[in-house]
């Protein structure tokens, strides 16, 4: 009886762990599907650059595993003398702390201070527009892109030449592998839409939002 109840949790169980799987696949597709629609007409080389970060590093790195996996060795072993470099490299591209300390120290270094700066230049009634912000955003945004893009690449393209080489595969690790880069996709939609469609709507409302700076003192006369 107990190896009835124990077969009938498992079945339970593994339906379950399928039925969720199938919704996270769904989610993701749905959302690649509207980051893609978003960008084809008129960001066809973004799309172009995202599927060419992630197509080099899959091609790579499917290969290196797929010798590593025959050998039964490390993947960066596979280099020869140059083991460390590709040690190195594959850290860098796939150590998402220190991506994101990175991308944080060059939006903190390259925003904060003009933030400041125009508080503080408003306090006498001087203060102006900050300058590059959105050129840093879109270059910190940017990287975080390409990161995921080439994360999901070396995963992808590891699992894949494990496989090739007859080792079972791990669904966790092809879901992970397509949530980095669809986030990649999802991502640069984002980045397009508030570097497109927000200054829109600044538009529309920035000559109210001037003239409640004015009223308080904050905007002096150089926002012209």
């Given at each position: 009886?107990?190896?009835?109840?124990?077969?009938?949790?498992?079945?339970?169980?593994?339906?379950?762990?399928?039925?969720?799987?199938?919704?996270?696949?769904?989610?993701?597709?749905?959302?690649?599907?509207?980051?893609?629609?978003?960008?084809?007409?008129?960001?066809?080389?973004?799309?172009?650059?995202?599927?060419?970060?992630?197509?080099?590093?899959?091609?790579?790195?499917?290969?290196?595993?797929?010798?590593?996996?025959?050998?039964?060795?490390?993947?960066?072993?596979?280099?020869?003398?140059?083991?460390?470099?590709?040690?190195?490299?594959?850290?860098?591209?796939?150590?998402?702390?220190?991506?994101?300390?990175?991308?944080?120290?060059?939006?903190?270094?390259?925003?904060?201070?003009?933030?400041?700066?125009?508080?503080?230049?408003?306090?006498?009634?001087?203060?102006?527009?900050p300058m590059f912000v959105w050129h840093i955003e879109q270059f910190a945004?940017?990287?975080?892109?390409?990161?995921?893009?080439?994360?999901?690449?070396?995963?992808?393209?590891?699992?894949?030449?494990?496989?090739?080489?007859?080792?079972?595969?791990?669904?966790?690790?092809?879901?992970?592998?397509?949530?980095?880069?669809?986030?990649?996709?999802?991502?640069?939609?984002?980045?397009?839409?508030?570097?497109?469609?927000?200054?829109?709507?600044?538009?529309?409302?920035?000559?109210?939002?001037?003239?409640?700076?004015?009223?308080?003192?904050?905007?002096?006369?150089?926002?012209?």
């Amino acid at each position: 009886m107990s190896e009835i109840i124990s077969s009938v949790g498992d079945f339970v169980v593994s339906h379950e762990q399928l039925l969720g799987r199938m919704f996270a696949v769904s989610a993701l597709t749905f959302a690649l599907y509207r980051a893609l629609w978003q960008l084809k007409d008129n960001h066809p080389r973004e799309i172009y650059a995202i599927w060419y970060v992630f197509s080099l590093f899959f091609v790579i790195f499917s290969g290196l595993s797929y010798v590593a996996t025959i050998k039964q060795i490390q993947v960066t072993s596979v280099c020869g003398e140059y083991a460390s470099t590709c040690k190195t490299l594959l850290s860098y591209l796939v150590n998402v702390q220190e991506e994101l300390t990175l991308v944080s120290g060059l939006l903190a270094i390259g925003i904060i201070p003009q933030l400041l700066t125009y508080f503080l230049s408003g306090l006498s009634g001087s203060a102006s527009k900050p300058m590059f912000v959105w050129h840093i955003e879109q270059f910190a945004v940017w990287s975080l892109i390409k990161f995921g893009a080439g994360f999901g690449g070396v995963t992808m393209g590891i699992a894949i030449g494990q496989f090739a080489a007859d080792k079972p595969p791990v669904f966790d690790v092809y879901f992970g592998a397509a949530m980095f880069v669809f986030g990649a996709f999802y991502l640069a939609a984002l980045e397009t839409w508030l570097r497109e469609g927000l200054p829109t709507l600044w538009r529309r409302h920035e000559a109210h939002l001037w003239m409640l700076l004015n009223r308080h003192g904050f905007a002096g006369g150089s926002n012209s």
